[in-house]
């Protein structure tokens, strides 16, 4: 990482907290309904990450997530699939094995969720995952690099990751919950697009708060402005903490109207998310019969 | 067209009950008027809401004389602790009909659901509660040891917030023990007619509460009614100006909030993206019909560019129409007149050679409506910079240092509010120091707060309203 970019981080407008919590709050407060109700719930759906990422996930708990993903309601082939499935580099072949080329396969890589362990390490871990047929990396940033203000090992890592990605997509996960300050969020996101992350999200979902709505509206701006700077467009996913339908319309909102409609697609905006789908299907069957269902009528997987 | 389409999503306007017609409210009753009867309009539409009497000459005597009766017999005499407990009440109606108010009030004044729903009428409910509290505290105002109540207060409101106007002057009028004749605005009566139902729900006493609707003539024989102790104005310049050559000479105390020219100050260092939602906040807020718009906005040279396509971005987001959509952001303008007002100075800034930039929005066929619009290459020589439009129109200036902000920022007649965006918390203490307004923003605009007293420089008027000091102006010291 040359100077420039320290200098660059250095010149970013600062965040003033109540400002941008309250803007966050107005645009939750926007009414969706009926036909924009459906349209959001169908978008939302095509764009979860279906994750499971526990120490006792098996072959038999992925690929039973892996048909989820999809086809999320088999009574109703209308419904879209969701975007991806996303689980521990080691679960990835199962996954594949199930959903071929339908979808999008993710791992988590780099020492998720705590990133320390060297970086030959976490480079192997990356080469794994992508060698065993993951075409998206999640990885994490060194935030502890990031906290000591050592931003140019937080760079170099994500440099040399992008590069063990090879043509997999890159997202970087910069856990927002251990930045801590709005600042520090903004300054990582930049970093991050800087060394050539395709999305930044912002939590493993291991640590509170994971995703919140004013931290995913900031990374909506940075990634927003970075286009506006450089041209080139970087995807966010906000992951963890987003269960309800209601609230992932709130963030469809968000990204509409602070980044734009351009990131209105799974390709450029991802849920992070395990039980948020069965939310988005009950609203969806809901909408489409006018009756409430319960949780027996859609799969737990 | 855009990919994610908001449905209309209305308020229903079932929960109000609208009457064909409205009388005074004198003395607890509603009674016919002397005058002639005109009709309120829902802007937003051109359809006629009501028919409401207007009060003349005998009707104000009326009130007054009710006013004063309650006042000696009742109000006056009423212990401070027995007073809060209406006032705690009628807070509390208020809180549990709002939904009510917030629909009529956006019926009758064209503003956003959204507006009347999470900011008026909120804020009108915390200005009861907050006033009911002082009732029994008046000796600790720091106004000595036994304050007293002045008498019968006229207070005269404008259209822009007009019940939030009601509560400023009413709920600390009240409280300190005064009775009152409050007159609305022609263009929006309606709330203050539902308020006189929720002073009859609350059983508070006939008489210290009157409500007289009329125009500028009903106006002018409560101003110069002989037996009002003290006149509240909120509106116009010229119109307080009025006001105050005609009580000279008496001894009726007066307070005034008038214009504004508001200055938003946004330096190189501001949080960014927060100015701009605070410059969007201080002038397209209830489609900047509001005295302390920030309708100048003065920025840094270095980050004029940058500020100018980030808030052109932002503005073409914002949604025009239906005040009653819950997702409207931009409502209607209050009234044909005020339309024509905006549309004139707006086309001075045109002629005077300012480059004229308007949202991207389509406007209703029906009803009053101007789109978010911003002048920028003004300087302090136009006209859209020194008199105030009371619109969506917003007129930037630049600036190179912060002595220069400060020497433009004041150079006005006006002096009731600014706005300061900067990191830098000395920088913000600096600017405050020398900014000549009354209310000072760092990093936000337009925020309201019942305890906080609010008022202007020059020719934005005198006196202060909210908080102690607004108490002060209801109350005569015993020092």
């Known amino acids: 990482m040359t100077k420039t970019l320290t200098a660059g981080l250095d010149r970013l407008p600062g965040v003033d907290q109540v400002g941008l919590e309250a803007r966050a709050a107005a645009l939750s407060t926007r009414s969706i309904k009926t036909t924009s109700k459906q349209w959001a719930i169908d978008l939302a759906i095509s764009m979860v990450d279906l994750t499971t990422l526990e120490g006792a996930d098996t072959p038999g708990k992925v690929r039973a997530l892996a048909t989820k993903a999809l086809r999320p309601d088999p ?191 799974p390709d450029w905006f991802r849920f992070g998310a395990s039980s948020l789908l069965n939310d988005l299907l009950l609203q969806r069957q809901k909408m489409l019969t006018g009756r409430y269902s319960g949780p027996d009528y859609v799969t737990l997987d | ?127 009861f509660f907050y006033h009911a509290g002082w009732a029994d505290k008046l000796e600790h105002a720091g106004l000595g040891p036994n304050p007293q109540p002045l008498g019968v207060g006229a207070q005269i409101i404008p259209w822009n917030f007009p019940l939030l106007m009601l509560a400023w002057k009413v709920a600390p009028a009240l409280a300190a023990g005064n009775t009152v004749v409050l007159k ?22 006939a008489g210290v509460v009157n409500i007289v609707t009329g125009a500028g003539e009903t106006g002018r024989h409560l101003v110069s009614h002989p037996d009002v102790d003290k006149v509240a104005f909120t509106g116009s310049t010229p119109v307080g100006r009025e006001i105050a050559r005609t009580i000279a000479g008496t001894d009726k105390r007066l307070t005034l909030e008038l214009g504004g020219k508001a200055a938003n100050i946004v330096f190189e260092d501001a949080p960014m993206d927060q100015a701009i939602e605070g410059i969007v906040r201080g002038i397209f807020f209830n489609q900047g019909h509001v005295c302390c718009a920030g309708s100048r906005l003065l920025v840094q040279e270095s980050v004029a560019e940058e500020v100018l396509d ?55 066929e029906r009803g009053y409506w101007y789109a978010p619009t911003i002048f920028t290459g003004v300087t302090q020589a136009h006209r859209i910079a020194r008199e105030e439009i009371f619109g969506p129109v917003l007129s930037v200036l630049t600036f190179r240092t912060p002595a220069e902000a400060i020497e433009k920022a004041n150079n006005t007649p006006y002096g009731l509010s600014a706005g300061v965006w900067t990191e830098k918390g000395s920088r913000i203490l600096a600017m405050a120091d020398k900014l000549r307004a009354g209310v000072v923003w760092a990093n936000t605009f337009n925020q309201f707060d019942p305890a906080s007293p609010f008022g202007g420089y020059k020719e934005s008027g005198y006196g202060r309203e909210g908080g102690r000091h607004g108490l002060a102006s209801y109350l005569e010291g015993t020092r």
Request: contains cysteine.
């Open chain 2, 1 to 127: 067209m855009p990919k994610f389409e908001y449905a209309p999503a209305p308020e229903s306007r079932s929960i109000v009950d609208l009457a064909a017609s409205y009388g005074l409210f004198i003395d607890g009753e509603f009674t016919d008027g002397g005058g002639t009867a005109f009709k309120t309009v829902n802007p937003a539409t051109e359809e006629v809401l009501a028919e409401v009497a207007e009060a003349d000459q005998a009707d104000v005597d009326r009130a007054v004389r009710a006013a004063r009766k309650a006042y000696q017999r009742v109000w006056g005499p009423m212990p401070g602790r027995e007073r809060a407990k209406y006032l705690f009440r009628i807070a509390r109606i208020l809180a549990e009909r709002s939904r009510e108010f917030a629909v009529l009030e956006t019926l009758d004044n064209g503003k956003p659901i959204k507006e009347s729903r999470d900011v008026d009428v909120p804020l009108v409910s915390q200005w």
């Open chain 2, 310 to 364: 980030r808030l052109k971005a932002r503005m073409a987001t914002l949604r025009l129409g239906d005040p009653l959509d819950k997702n409207t952001d931009v409502g209607a303008i209050n009234s044909a007149e005020q339309l024509g007002r905006i549309r004139d100075l707006a086309a001075t800034g045109d002629d005077e050679g300012a480059a004229r930039w308007s949202a991207p929005c389509e406007l209703p």
């Open chain 1, 75 to 265: 009574t109703d082939p209308t419904c879209p699939s969701a975007a991806a499935v996303c689980v521990y580099p080691d679960m990835v072949p199962f996954v594949r094995e199930v959903v071929g080329d339908r979808l999008h396969v993710a791992s988590v890589a780099t020492a998720f969720p705590s990133g320390r362990a060297p970086l030959d390490i976490k480079l192997a871990d990356v080469a794994a995952a992508v060698a065993a047929g993951a075409d998206e990396v999640d990885m994490v940033i060194d935030r502890g690099a990031f906290l000591a203000g050592d931003l140019a090992t937080v760079h170099e890592q994500i440099v040399a990751v992008k590069q063990a990605c090879g043509s997999a997509h890159l997202k970087v996960i910069l856990e927002t919950g251990e930045l801590q300050t709005y600042d520090n969020v903004r300054r990582a996101s930049w970093l991050a697009m800087d060394a050539g992350a395709d999305f930044i999200k912002t939590s493993t979902g291991k640590v509170q708060p994971a995703a919140t709505l004013p931290v995913t509206l900031l990374m909506l701006e940075a990634v927003r402005d970075y286009r506006i700077a450089t041209g080139r467009q970087v995807g966010v996913k906000p992951a963890g903490g987003i269960r309800t339908s209601k609230d992932a319309i709130k963030y469809l909102v968000v990204v509409n109207e602070v980044a734009g409609e351009d990131w209105l697609d």
């Open chain 2, 184 to 205: 609305p605005a022609e263009t929006t009566p309606l709330t203050a007619l539902l308020f006189a139902d929720v002073c009859r729900q609350a059983e508070l006493p």
